[in-house]
């Protein structure tokens, strides 16, 4: 890959034509210079007498040239400099360039141009593949990677950002393979919440019996489960560190990780004031929870989102809503939540309102999900819908729009989680849906964070898969890793493992580059073959066409008759 001038060849030429002058003046000393002869000799002669006959005919090409109209004396080796010493300067490789602008380059193209980018040449793919673009590619659409990882996907410090991004796309495709279904039963009543701590393997779950168990993803089996907490529990959240789960009652109950303990928490046995707590601040029942590294955030029909310093466990401050609070999602120093049939964006560190979504859908706005970037927001409503909004942030105020609407349900949309790049949607018709945002975003050049693309609303694809609850009313579904985790009316926790789909693709890829490579094989051998074959064939008609070896052989066969005639 080269960077030419536009118009190379003009411009080469006049170059030529115009430093030929100069160059010519310098050629000319250094020639005569070095051979102690006069102008007039060297004109007469063209070329010196000391050298050897062979020399002679291999330095006769860059002997000078005279034009006598012109009175200009152009020299071949002029050319030679010119073309050693000018001309590269309008043919650079890209590797020529300084580092911060090959760069400044590199950051203006997506992962699929980075891709092509880094096939061009060795050089161009070490310094492609170790571009620090890549983990901002990865870190905006599935956040920091988290060691160690379930399902033996085999990230590790040793590979790089392009290949941890690589194998996080090849993986999120495997959602439209075949899956397996496993079913979890231990609940005696509906199943309200479920949150799916794939770096961990574990999934949480809890609903009308007011009991958080904890299960195995990988295993699907029970490990443990909390005593009775008195009331309907809606809403799990947790991380490495921290369980919550919050209740009707408007108490937030928690458990603090147990160093040492293979599944984090201790939650079957009785309460221990070092690692359980529960804190009573609302006023009404508990219906969506959120953890960040140094916040827990909270929201409830009392119509407030409460900020609660996780250390602590003292309330920070209280964000006022209009009415019921139904879901939330914290970013960086952002919180989304949704109120009634609107959606608000409020800034965690002053408490002050950003911007609000009115009527957002017909009702009330159940549900609510956030990309990892923190600028695309998902709704789910009582009217069957899932809008998608972008959220444009400057310095002073934002704006919210709207970029496409789905309705694959035939009810209220009760949860929403994403993990890139598919949404997935619970309903009460007891169906999930899976819709692929890929088409909808862009790269912004310049920036590796994604913008939405302007579509009509007619050019909007359906859902790219949808998938049977088995069941009716579906509150709660959650995504990560190749699983998705759903809990609904009927009790029983339903996962859907697509790692076999992740395995039969990899297999299938291997066999399809076991095919290419003997297809390759093949076909030079046949290359070779055909060459061979047409040089046989190229010296057959030759000598066919040769009348002196058939001149030859009838000369042969004459001489040989007259010797016989003469013997005889």
């Given amino acids: 890959m080269a960077f030419e001038c536009q118009e190379g060849t003009e411009v080469s030429r006049k170059l030529v034509s115009c430093l030929e002058n100069s160059f010519v003046e310098h050629i000319e000393s250094n020639q005569f210079n070095s051979k102690p002869q006069t102008r007039e000799t060297a004109l007469s002669n063209l070329t010196f007498d000391s050298k050897p006959e062979k020399e002679k005919i291999a330095d006769s090409k860059p ?8 009175g200009i004396i152009r020299s071949n080796k002029s050319e030679q400099v010119l073309s050693n010493d000018v001309l590269p300067d309008f043919r650079r490789l890209i590797t020529d360039l300084p580092p911060a602008l090959i760069s400044e380059i590199l950051n203006c193209l997506d992962p699929k141009e980075l891709g092509i980018v880094s096939c061009v040449s060795a050089s161009l793919h ?3 593949s170790e571009h620090h673009v890549w983990k901002e590619f990865y870190c905006e659409r599935w956040g920091l990677p988290i060691v160690p990882t379930p399902l033996g996907s085999g990230y590790s410090d040793e590979k790089s950002w392009k290949e941890l991004f690589v194998e996080r796309e090849f993986r999120s495709k495997t959602f439209m393979g075949r899956y397996s279904m496993d079913i979890m039963y231990g609940h005696v009543e509906a199943v309200r919440t479920v949150f799916l701590l794939a770096s961990a393997n574990l999934i949480f779950t809890s609903g009308y019996d007011s009991v958080v168990r904890m299960w195995n993803m990988e295993e699907g089996l029970s490990i443990a489960s909390s005593r009775p907490l008195g009331c309907t529990i809606r809403a799990v959240a947790a991380d490495t560190k921290l369980l919550v789960a919050g209740g009707t009652d408007g108490f937030i109950h928690g458990w603090r990780a147990v160093e040492g303990l293979q599944h984090l928490f201790d939650i079957r046995g009785s309460q221990s004031q070092n690692t359980e707590f529960r804190l009573w601040e609302h006023e009404g029942p508990i219906t969506s929870l959120a953890l960040d590294l140094t916040r827990m955030y909270s929201g409830s029909w009392d ?7 996780r250390f602590s466990l003292k309330c920070l401050m209280v964000l006022r809503h209009s009415d019921w609070v139904w879901g939330l999602v914290p970013h960086d120093t952002t919180v989304a939540s949704t109120s009634g049939s609107d959606v608000y964006v409020w800034d965690s560190i002053g408490g002050t309102l950003i911007t ?14 956030r990309s990892h970037t923190g600028n695309f927001l998902f709704t789910g409503g009582e009217d069957g819908a899932i809008h998608m909004f ?11 729009f709207h970029v496409s609407t789905w309705i694959p349900h035939m009810g209220p949309v009760h949860s929403l989680a994403f993990e890139f790049p598919w949404l997935v949607s619970a309903s009460s018709d007891g169906k999930l849906s899976l819709i692929d945002v890929r088409k909808l975003l862009r790269t912004g050049k310049g920036k590796s964070i994604t913008r939405a693309k302007r579509v009509e609303k007619n050019s909007v694809e359906p859902p790219q898969r949808m998938l049977n609850g088995y069941g009716s009313n ?18 029983a926790v339903r996962i859907w493992n697509f790692s076999q ?41 030759a000598a066919k066409k040769n009348p002196i070896n058939g001149d030859r052989g009838s000369v042969w066969n004459n001489k040989r008759g007259i010797s016989s005639k003469l013997k005889a």
């Fill in 356 to 369: 609000i979504i009115h009527n957002a859908h017909v009702g009330n706005t159940y549900s609510l999900a």
């Fill in 126 to 128: 070490r310094l492609a």
């Fill in 474 to 491: 579906l509150f709660s579904v959650d995504i990560g890793a190749d699983r998705i985790v759903c809990g609904g009316e009927e009790g």
């Fill in 390 to 400: 972008e959220i444009a942030r400057n310095c002073t105020e934002a704006a919210a």
């Fill in 501 to 541: 789909a992740l395995e039969n693709e990899q297999r299938s890829r291997a066999m399809r580059g076991i095919r290419l490579e003997n297809r390759m094989r093949r076909r030079k051998l046949q290359i070779e073959m055909n060459s061979k074959g047409s040089r046989s064939d190229q010296c057959s008609v």
């Fill in 303 to 309: 119509m407030t989102v409460r900020v609660w310093d």
């Fill in 63 to 70: 002997v000078s040239k005279i034009h006598s109209k012109k």
